[in-house]
Every structure is written in structure tokens, then in C-alpha cells.
């Protein structure tokens, strides 16, 4: 199932909270190996596409599947296929961040000596070594972002899905995730992101898809998706232009 060339699958996907329909027959696939951008306005329905997919939440119908896994059925082996940078921080506050890394690593069956020294590299690549012993409330809301980053790497997952994850970073911090997202898709990883940034959608990203009121609006890739015009109110509604 592992040799499956699409890396994410949904089909006709319905999700409801109580009588709010956030997702509408949600149906795509994200390739292996693609660079996909997830866009949409507030309240569009990214966020619970991303739970679902990753299993925070229950859909009521359709089908979602993870490289072939089923995401609910088969959950371990997706699950463990995608590493996760929420949109919201949720660290467990008495832990260090070297130690958060280490139980998170502790979760995909990777022992503690090996989860130790990813979690310096991966410290180190995010420039987060100096506040190793510290626990996350120390850390400014940029460096938070960057530890969000090291928590979804290191289980070294195939699938990055990454909910806005240069939100409320400076310029400097932006341009070194950017990089580092740039790298890790040359290396074969596949990354779902999703962005109010159009400039990040457009300069990393191959594939664009668009959701608005829980459902797909276009899917295709970059050029022929940003050329449209029709969508032009919906990318107002995405940047917060006026
Ligand atoms: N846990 C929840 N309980 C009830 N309603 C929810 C819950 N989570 C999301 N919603 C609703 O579902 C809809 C889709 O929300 P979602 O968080 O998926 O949007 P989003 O596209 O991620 O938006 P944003 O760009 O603001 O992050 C919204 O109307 C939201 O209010
Ligand atoms: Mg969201």
C-alpha cells in the first residue's frame, strides 16, 4: 500500500458539528511527492479537512485514505504516515522542549537514544538548541512556530501537514521555513499546507486546491488555478484584501 502514488485521498467527505456543515462532499487527491496549498477564507473548512485527515476528528461520511490506509480503519499506519504542525500550539506545559520532542517520537515506537538525538538535530536546524532545557512557555510566539515544525519532523513522517505555519512570524523566520519546506519537498516529502500568505502558496507550492463554505471550489495546479479569474472574489476573501 506504501507504493501508492497518491499520498492523500478523500472522497465525497461530509462533516458536520451538530447542525453546522463544515465540510460538503469534499473530494481530492494530493500526489506523492506534491506540493499542495490549501486555500480558503476563515471558517472555510481547512482546518477540519486537516483533522479529519489526521483523525482529531470523526467525518460522518466518505472516504479519506493516507497512501492507501484508510484514515479511520487502518489509523496507526496512516497516522503514522503524517506528521502534523497544528495550527494552534498545544505543548504539554511541564515538559522541556527537548523532552516534548522525545514522548513525541516515544509515540511512533522510536527509542529514546535515537529520539534524542533527532530532537538536538532537528533543535539545532531550527535554532532552538539554546533553549533545550526550557519548558515552551519561555519561548517567544515565532520560536513556538519552529517547535511546532521539530514536533511534526521527527518521526521523519512521508505526508508534512502544516496549517498555517508562517502565521505571525517575522520576515527572517518566514524565508527559513520557506527554505527548509522548499528542501524537504526536493527530498520526496509530500506537504499539505495551508496559507492566507498567497506569496507563500505561490512561491512553493505546485498544486492549489480551494475550499469555501466546506466545499472544493478548484483543484489543479498553480498556474491554471492562480490565471482564474472567476476566483478572484474568493482570493480577496483568502488575502483579507479590500
Ligand atoms: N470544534 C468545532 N465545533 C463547532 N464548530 C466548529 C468546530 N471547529 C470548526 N467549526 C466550524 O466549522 C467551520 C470550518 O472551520 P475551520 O476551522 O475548518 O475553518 P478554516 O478554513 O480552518 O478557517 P481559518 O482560516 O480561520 O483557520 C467554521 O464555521 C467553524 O466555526
Ligand atoms: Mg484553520
Redesign the pocket.
Known sequence: MRNSEIAISLLKVTKF?NK?Q?LDNVSFEVKRGDFFAFL??????????INCLTGLSNHQSGEIKVFGYDATRDYVQSRRLIGLCA?EFNFDPFLTIHQLLVYQAGYFGILPMEASRRADALLARFQLTEKRNCKHRALSGGMKKRLLLCRALIHDPEILILD?PTAGCDLELKFLIWDYLAQLNKEGKTIFL?T?NMEEAEKLCKTIGIINHGKIVRIGDKKTVLQDKSLEAVFLEVTGAE
Open positions: 458539528y453546522l463544515a480558503g477564507p476563515n471558517g472555510a473548512g481547512k482546518t477540519t479537512t495550527q498555517e495551508t492566507h
